[in-house]
């Protein structure tokens, strides 16, 4: 079965820390993975996917599929980057997309 | 561009009232989904329907219905509300299976008393 995990429900740092918001997976075959987030009265909007490698708003992303991980990382947090972070699913013919629980980061000034 | 639009973006129900919670999406996208999102739970899938004419059941489906009315409506219908089913709401949609970008309605927060 389909499931993503995420082990935090949230994350405090101050501005200028290293960030890593943890997801784990477990899909049987090749999953595409996604990042989404979700700021203060806004829509949840996709931030990244593995398969583009891209970093945007400085977050990166890497499928390790040994570890079953993708964890979403920042070298140095903004406050601006304060938020709700999903990560989430799809993989085969099923078409379904599955969100994990969601880490709220909270970055401090 | 409209996107995904949700509506009503606010509802009281009584309990074993009913409702449904309209969504259509304006981007020619084949899957749509409904989630709802509630603290601690993350975004769960309650239906989605990959295509026209389809519909599957999610994570959550039990005490909702759902209707592909054409390629751009998906509507979700509560025959019975109850106060477990107080939650907010999500449509979204995206263009096909695999590695496709979901764009997401503003949300419909939804109180059964």
């Known amino acids: 079965a389909q499931r993503v995990t995420q082990p935090e429900k949230l994350l405090s740092v101050f501005k200028g820390a290293p960030v890593e918001l943890k997801c784990n997976y477990s899909?049987?075959?090749?999953?595409?993975l996604f990042w989404y987030v979700q700021y203060s009265r806004q829509r949840l909007q996709l931030l990244l996917r593995?398969?583009s490698r891209e970093s945007i708003k400085g977050f990166t992303a890497d499928l390790n599929k040994g570890e079953t991980s993708f964890h979403l990382k920042k070298p140095f947090a903004q406050e601006e980057d304060s938020a709700m972070y999903y990560c989430?699913?799809?993989?085969?013919?099923?078409?379904?997309?599955?969100f994990g629980t969601g880490t709220r980061l909270q970055v401090f000034p | 561009n409209a996107g995904v639009t949700q509506t009503p973006k606010f509802q009281v129900l009584k309990t074993g009232q009913s409702m449904t919670l309209q969504c259509a999406q304006d981007?020619?996208?084949?899957?749509m989904y409904w989630y709802r999102q509630d603290p601690g739970m993350g975004l769960r899938l309650i239906y989605y329907?990959?295509?026209?004419?389809?519909?599957d059941k999610g994570e959550v489906p039990n005490g909702y219905n759902v209707s592909r009315l054409n390629k751009r409506e998906f509507s979700l219908r509560l025959e019975s509300a109850a106060p477990s089913q107080t939650s907010v709401y999500f449509c979204?949609?995206?263009?096909?299976?695999?590695?496709?970008?979901?764009?997401f309605g503003q949300g419909t927060r939804l109180t059964v008393v």
């Open positions: 989430a699913l799809t993989g085969g013919s099923t078409d379904k997309l599955i």
């Open positions: 329907s990959a295509s026209e004419g389809t519909t």
């Open positions: 981007m020619n996208h084949n899957s």
């Open positions: 593995h398969i």
């Open positions: 979204a949609s995206n263009w096909d299976r695999g590695n496709t970008e979901a764009f």
């Open positions: 899909y049987s075959g090749s999953p595409e």
